[in-house]
């Protein structure tokens, strides 16, 4: 892989996390509704999980 791919699949994984993590104070904070919250972490989790396993080697886990 070539280092700009491995580049775009992180932001596109960390952006997945963000979707994860910043709703969830949304909905804390009453400003999301449920629903979307549930929408935007499941969108969130297939953009980690379909991007992150082609970048991180078992060596970067400790």
């Known amino acids: 892989m070539t280092s700009t791919g491995k580049r775009i699949l992180q932001a596109i994984s960390f952006a997945g996390l963000g979707l994860s ?4 104070f ?11 919250y ?12 379909g991007t992150a396993v082609f970048w991180i080697r078992k060596d970067h886990l400790g």
């Open 21 to 24: 993590i910043v709703p969830a």
């Open 26 to 36: 949304l909905v804390f904070g009453g400003l999301l509704s449920k629903e979307m």
């Open 38 to 49: 549930f929408h935007l972490m499941n969108v969130g989790m297939l953009m980690w999980f």
